[in-house]
């Protein structure tokens, strides 16, 4: 099996650049250069704030764990999300951020994520309902929206215990949406030619989205806040009632508003995006989907598909691990040099970006054993990761507290949809990643789904 999925062919660095000015492409993935794959440490091409990249992964360890807070959160990336989840654990560092952090931990403890799986299930059930319909009809329709509406109800019901049926849940997906398709945080101009630690002025349409999705939060947070509410047992309950382990202080209303608004965000589109090309995968390779089937018949049977079943499943959750190393949904984690610095021996200024993508990273052959290939038995072989070298959810202090509600629920999505359905698709060799605020296929991927006989 050599199965190869798509990425952006890389150019030399100068025809490359050329290329994405003239084309007024937006996507940072198809500018990388050929030398973005190989260096190790080193400065990208010429900018004026520079950039530098780091693909070594013990120097990727070392920068993300940071003990003496040289490398904060890049700026670029903070002023994306101010104006949404200016003050949440996601953006602040320092001590504002270790406050946060403790405080919000708890609410993606072990014991909540067994929780969750309640939430999960009845997620897919009422998408299993939708997709039913499309076999039924033989319709066409889109894999990465179906994927979205999918993980967008699983969160909510996580989060705040309602489904995604009710307005509100739908109008703060739909204002997600716009914030995503005109957030600037990706402006290649901007990244080239911009000042380190300039403000970054956002359009009508995005300034428009954050208020209308805070509004949305705030009104859906106003009951819980009442006096004498009922306590909820979810995740905003967890996080209301959350407090300052020294001064015992709860967060404050703006501050809920923020962390629950980067759950929302950063807990959907990340699983939606792998998802939505593990599913673009295994419709081209049903040997690997026969394989998944194989794994939950042996450990299921006929019967649902329960948590500890989820867990047993180490071929799929190795599918989904080699989808994130393929297609990392978060496809750079940029950092930038608070002061003076060095890394492996290279001198950074204060305001030099510090790349450091999950993208690259993971598609480096020296990281990785025939890097472009699509192999999830690589994870069952000894040596093939070293600390570092895979770094989809992150590392060091700052890695993803949803990691092991994702990685559950995407093992359980594969699993359900694989034994029901076989997938088709209708445009394959269209298919085109692109880095916006997740990695995404440039356009919608077309498909159709057969109920697979029982
Ligand atoms: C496949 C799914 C996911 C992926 C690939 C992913 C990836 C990441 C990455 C790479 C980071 C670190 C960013 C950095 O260091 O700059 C991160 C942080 C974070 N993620 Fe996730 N994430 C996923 C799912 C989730 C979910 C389900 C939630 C919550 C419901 C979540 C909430 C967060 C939060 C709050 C942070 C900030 C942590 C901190 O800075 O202390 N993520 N995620």
Same mark, same amino acid.
């Given at each position: 099996?050599?199965?190869?999925?798509?990425?952006?062919?890389?150019?030399?660095?100068?025809?490359?650049?050329?290329?994405?000015?003239?084309?007024?492409?937006?996507?940072?993935?198809?500018?990388?250069?050929?030398?973005?794959?190989?260096?190790?440490?080193?400065?990208?091409?010429? #900018?004026?704030?520079?950039?530098?990249?780091?693909?070594?992964?013990?120097?990727?360890?070392?920068? =993300?764990?940071?003990?003496?807070?040289?490398?904060?959160?890049?700026?670029?990336? %903070?002023?994306?999300?101010? *104006?949404?989840? *200016?003050?949440?654990?996601? %953006?602040?560092?320092?001590?504002?951020?270790?406050?946060?952090?403790?405080?919000?931990?708890?609410?993606? +403890?072990?014991?909540?994520?067994?929780? #969750?799986?309640?939430?999960?299930?009845?997620?897919?059930?009422?998408?299993?309902? &939708?997709?039913? &319909?499309?076999?039924?009809?033989?319709?066409?329709? +889109?894999?990465?929206?179906?994927?979205?509406?999918?993980?967008?109800?699983?969160?909510?019901?996580?989060?705040?215990?309602?489904?995604?049926?009710?307005?509100?849940?739908?109008?703060?997906?739909?204002?997600?949406? /716009?914030?995503?398709?005109?957030?600037?945080?990706?402006?290649?101009?901007?990244?080239?030619?911009?000042?380190?630690?300039?403000?970054?002025? /956002?359009?009508?349409?995005?300034?428009?989205?954050?208020?209308?999705?805070?509004?949305?939060?705030?009104? =859906?947070?106003?009951?819980?806040?009442?006096?004498?509410?009922?306590?909820?047992?979810?995740?905003?309950?967890?996080?209301?009632?959350?407090?300052?382990?020294?001064?015992?202080?709860?967060?404050?209303?703006?501050? =809920?508003?923020?962390?629950?608004?980067?759950?929302?965000?950063?807990?959907?589109?990340?699983?939606? #995006? %792998?998802?939505?090309?593990?599913?673009?995968? =295994?419709?081209?390779?049903? /040997?690997?989907?026969?394989?998944?089937?194989?794994?939950?018949?042996?450990?299921? *049977?006929?019967?649902?598909?329960?948590?500890?079943?989820?867990?047993?499943?180490?071929?799929?959750?190795? &599918?989904?691990?080699?989808?994130?190393?393929?297609?990392?949904?978060?496809?750079?984690?940029?950092?930038?040099?608070?002061?003076?610095?060095?890394?492996?021996?290279?001198?950074?200024?204060?305001?030099?970006?510090?790349?450091?993508?999950?993208?690259?990273?993971?598609?480096?052959?020296?990281?990785?054993?025939?890097?472009?290939?699509?192999?999830?038995?690589?994870?069952?072989?000894?040596?093939?990761?070293?600390?570092?070298?895979?770094?989809?959810?992150?590392?060091?202090?700052?890695?993803?507290? *949803?990691?092991?509600?994702?990685?559950?629920?995407?093992?359980?999505?594969?699993?359900?949809?694989?034994?029901?359905?076989?997938?088709?698709?209708?445009?394959?060799?269209?298919?085109?990643?692109?880095?916006?605020?997740?990695?995404?296929?440039?356009?919608?991927?077309?498909?159709?789904?057969?109920?697979?006989?029982?």
């Amino acid at each position: 099996m050599l199965y190869r999925p798509p990425a952006p062919t890389p150019r030399a660095p100068l025809p490359g650049l050329i290329h994405a000015m003239l084309s007024g492409e937006r996507d940072l993935l198809s500018l990388l250069p050929d030398i973005a794959y190989t260096t190790r440490v080193g400065e990208l091409g010429r #900018s004026r704030r520079g950039i530098m990249l780091v693909n070594d992964p013990a120097w990727v360890a070392r920068v =993300l764990a940071d003990p003496e807070g040289v490398f904060p959160k890049n700026d670029l990336m %903070v002023g994306a999300l101010e *104006g949404l989840v *200016g003050q949440s654990l996601f %953006v602040t560092s320092g001590e504002t951020w270790r406050r946060q952090r403790r405080m919000i931990d708890p609410a993606f +403890s072990h014991m909540r994520v067994n929780r #969750s799986f309640e939430a999960m299930q009845a997620g897919i059930d009422t998408y299993e309902a &939708v997709l039913d &319909v499309h076999a039924d009809s033989g319709t066409t329709f +889109s894999l990465d929206a179906a994927m979205s509406a999918l993980t967008a109800d699983i969160i909510c019901r996580t989060i705040f215990t309602q489904s995604l049926a009710s307005q509100t849940a739908r109008d703060v997906f739909a204002s997600f949406g /716009q914030f995503e398709r005109h957030v600037a945080n990706t402006e290649i101009r901007r990244l080239l030619f911009g000042r380190p630690f300039a403000p970054i002025p /956002q359009s009508r349409a995005v300034l428009d989205a954050c208020a209308r999705i805070r509004g949305h939060i705030d009104d =859906l947070l106003s009951p819980r806040l009442e006096p004498g509410a009922p306590a909820i047992d979810d995740i905003v309950g967890a996080v209301i009632a959350a407090t300052d382990p020294d001064t015992g202080a709860p967060f404050t209303r703006s501050e =809920l508003i923020d962390q629950i608004g980067v759950f929302f965000l950063a807990g959907h589109e990340t699983t939606a #995006s %792998v998802l939505t090309w593990l599913f673009f995968i =295994l419709a081209q390779l049903p /040997q690997i989907a026969g394989r998944i089937r194989a794994e939950i018949d042996a450990v299921a *049977g006929d019967g649902p598909i329960l948590l500890e079943h989820t867990k047993q499943l180490a071929f799929t959750r190795n &599918v989904f691990r080699e989808g994130m190393r393929l297609y990392p949904p978060i496809t750079f984690i940029p950092r930038v040099a608070q002061r003076d610095t060095e890394i492996a021996g290279k001198k950074l200024r204060r305001g030099m970006m510090v790349m450091i993508a999950p993208w690259l990273v993971h598609r480096s052959p020296a990281n990785w054993r025939d890097a472009d290939r699509f192999d999830p038995d690589r994870f069952t072989r000894d040596g093939e990761i070293t600390p570092g070298s895979y770094i989809p959810f992150g590392l060091g202090p700052r890695i993803c507290v *949803g990691a092991a509600f994702a990685t559950i629920e995407s093992t359980l999505i594969l699993a359900r949809l694989v034994r029901r359905y076989d997938f088709s698709l209708l445009n394959p060799d269209k298919v085109r990643p692109v880095a916006r605020l997740t990695t995404k296929p440039a356009d919608e991927i077309l498909c159709r789904i057969a109920l697979r006989p029982d």
